[in-house]
């Protein structure tokens, strides 16, 4: 019976830590890391922090932006999956997490990406580097751009595999940030939810550093990272009834340590947010009166709207409201804003969408009215 009731209760337990249905959130004593963030990756809304702008060492969560150059050389065909990539000396030269390149060895892109993502190897991440721009300092250029585009203000990259150099700086808010921007490039996923794979014809295995692959419900991704600067590091990503999570934890003291707060936060952010996707009454499907237009009215309807991020004690509150004109003066063009539909959650508008016209509208003007005699005249 003592056995039984143990089971049950490591049973209870790991439903427990892996469906998130607490619904106290989190705190930041809770959080053993000095700095994380749960960021929601559609709207990039900061759900949790804690010190989110500390600098410091990310390891190779620096990947993440080589990966975003990567995939954007990829959408441009600037390169292809099936390229060579030559290891260069330099390339082979990197040390700590590596797929042992030898100077002048050959693989396709994919299997560069492959080795880059899922083992975090250093000396892929810089052919690729140099395959895409021809050197890593002008690779490492690129990516001090992309981060500075992003709005990664406390970020400075030095190299493209996140081995610790002096200056080599980013923040947990930065890493959430590019890692949303590489969850915009949805190929990447095939990568970063892969647990096994291998190269050279099976000779060398590819084993993912992200235990939460194992572990964790709805887990898609993202990158680890660890040097003696940085610590154990983690962006994790994953997703649940079309709510996508991204959690990024730097400077844990363990690697088991920064899965447990990857998976804390997320679990928080789960249990206590919902995308809600309101139906829209029909009378965001109307007609407008218009003035001085060649109709009396023009046919409106709203926007496609995108799902809402919501606290969920809060959803039982949720209202629509549509806001339109009681006319508009033409001419109105098809697609012009004419009203807007508000989401509410209370008292307080938490999203709108707005209402556009169906159609064109012309003004009634002296040439207007003159055609429209003559067809008359001519009994029309």
């Not at 190897?121 to 990516?143: P, Q, R, W, Y």
């Not at 992309?146 to 990664?152: R, T, V």
């Not at 989401?343 to 040439?367: C, H, M, Q, R």
């Amino acid at each position: 019976m003592k056995k039984l009731f143990c089971i049950l209760l490591l049973v209870s337990f790991f439903v427990y830590s892996s469906s998130g249905l607490s619904a106290n959130a989190v705190s930041p004593d809770d959080i053993e890391a000095p700095s994380a963030v749960l960021m929601e990756s559609s709207t990039g809304r900061v759900l949790f922090e804690k010190n989110s702008h500390e600098k410091r060492p990310c390891a190779s969560i620096t990947k993440v932006m080589t990966v975003i150059l990567v995939m954007e050389a990829l959408d441009s065909g600037k390169i292809k999956l099936t390229d060579t990539v030559t290891a260069s000396e330099h390339a082979s030269s990197m040390g700590g997490s590596d797929i042992w390149l030898e100077p002048g060895e050959k693989m396709s892109v994919d299997d560069m990406l492959k080795a880059t993502i899922i083992a975090s190897a250093n000396d892929a991440a810089v052919a690729l580097a140099e395959h895409i721009s021809g050197s890593e300092d002008a690779f490492v250029k690129k990516m001090n751009e992309k981060a500075a585009s992003l709005g990664m203000k406390d970020t400075v990259f030095k190299n493209c595999n996140g081995l610790d150099e002096d200056g080599h700086l980013t923040s947990a808010y930065d890493v959430a940030l590019m890692t949303r921007e590489l969850l915009k490039h949805k190929f990447v996923l095939k990568y970063t939810g892969t647990r096994i794979s291998e190269l050279r014809g099976g000779k060398t295995q590819l084993v993912n550093t992200n235990k939460l692959l194992r572990t964790y419900n709805g887990i898609t991704g993202m990158k680890t990272g660890t040097t003696s600067k940085a610590g154990s590091c983690i962006t994790a990503t994953a997703e649940r009834d079309g709510l996508s999570l991204i959690s990024a934890v730097l400077g844990c003291s363990t690697g088991k340590q920064r899965f447990a707060d990857a998976a804390l936060l997320l679990d928080s952010g789960f249990a206590n947010y919902m995308i809600y996707n309101p139906k829209l009454p029909v009378e965001a499907y109307a007609s407008v009166k218009t003035e001085r237009g060649t109709v009396p009215f023009v046919k409106v309807s709203p926007a496609p709207a995108e799902g809402i991020l919501l606290e969920k004690d809060k959803s039982g509150s949720a209202e629509t409201r549509i806001v339109l004109p009681e006319s508009v003066t033409a001419p109105v063009a098809k697609g012009d804003t004419i009203g807007k539909v508000e989401f509410l959650s209370g008292k307080d508008v938490i999203s709108s969408s707005p209402i556009i016209a169906d159609e064109d509208v012309d003004e009634i003007t002296l040439p207007f009215i003159f055609r429209r005699l003559f067809i008359l005249a001519a009994g029309g």
